[in-house]
């Protein structure tokens, strides 16, 4: 429950719209749910801003549907990394609206949010397609946190030609997000072509010098480029929520 929906509870009772024991039914769990192998934070989201999202890799199918059930409870909808396909179908067959994406191995149920109020823009810039499933994550994650995304890919210092013929996209997004392997220099041209906060994301993709993405993480911190934030490897769902919270302790621009 976020402070909105916290704030249009109290709001109903007082107007006479619902009865306080509804209520207190609606808050039964608030702000931790004790389940057999779970404690459910439901007191993320006021103190946070975000709601606890749910880890899938090493849970199984049963753990995770009761997960899934009881945050969609709260009217919230819930956001699951690392997925399987199969613990996406047990989802779909609970929740059929729930949105699977294969690529990015996010599992996504939409709940009751304001879209009113814009929360700002993230461009994710992909080196090469083999860095896509870690794009996606990041992608998928700002979107359910409510922020307006669009994707940039196969982008990487190969062919600069394609990252300079997109200059216009860089530099309307508020925060870039910026997916790299093999040797990891694409965070460091972005960061010296745009104005906006830049968080890399080193991938583990490369031979057999990339170290499963250590040189592209070291690349990184070693970056040139001022400013740059990096994740940790692989890490998209981190640098998701990062850049929301750049986006939401700053004013917009006009």
């Known amino acids: 429950m976020n402070p909105a929906e916290l704030e249009r509870l109290l709001q109903a009772v007082a107007r006479g719209e619902l009865e306080p024991a509804a209520a207190l039914d609606r808050l039964r769990h608030f702000p931790v749910e004790q389940l057999p ?11 946070q801003g975000h709601p606890e999202v749910i880890f899938c890799a090493g849970k199984t199918v049963d753990q995770l549907v009761m997960i899934a059930e009881r945050l969609a409870a709260t009217g919230a909808g819930f ?19 729930l949105d699977w994406n294969a690529l ?13 109020e814009d929360l700002g823009s993230v461009l ?21 946190l409510g922020h307006r995304v669009s994707r940039l890919a196969d982008v990487g210092v190969a062919g600069l030609h ?9 530099d309307q997004a508020d925060v870039l997000i910026v997916v790299a392997g093999m040797e990891g220099a694409l965070p460091s041209v972005v960061g010296g072509l745009v104005g906006r906060p ?8 490369g031979y057999g010098a990339s170290f ?14 001022a400013g740059i934030t990096v994740v940790n490897i692989d890490n998209g769902f981190g640098a998701a929520v990062a850049a929301s919270r750049i986006l939401g302790s700053k004013p917009r621009r006009p």
């Open 79 to 97: 956001l699951g990394t690392r997925a399987s396909a199969d613990q996406a179908a047990a989802l779909k067959a609970r929740f059929p609206t």
């Open 124 to 144: 994710v810039v992909c080196a090469g397609t083999s860095d896509l499933p870690v794009a996606e994550e990041a992608a998928v994650t700002a979107g359910f």
């Open 198 to 205: 830049v968080i890399a994301v080193p991938t583990s993709i």
């Open 162 to 170: 394609r990252l300079l013929g997109a200059r216009e996209q860089l």
């Open 37 to 47: 192998f779970a404690q459910l934070d439901h007191h993320r989201s006021l103190r």
């Open 212 to 225: 499963g993405g250590v040189a592209a993480l070291l690349a990184m911190l070693n970056s040139c480029a």
């Open 104 to 116: 990015g191995r996010t599992v996504r149920l939409d709940g009751n949010r304001d879209v009113g």
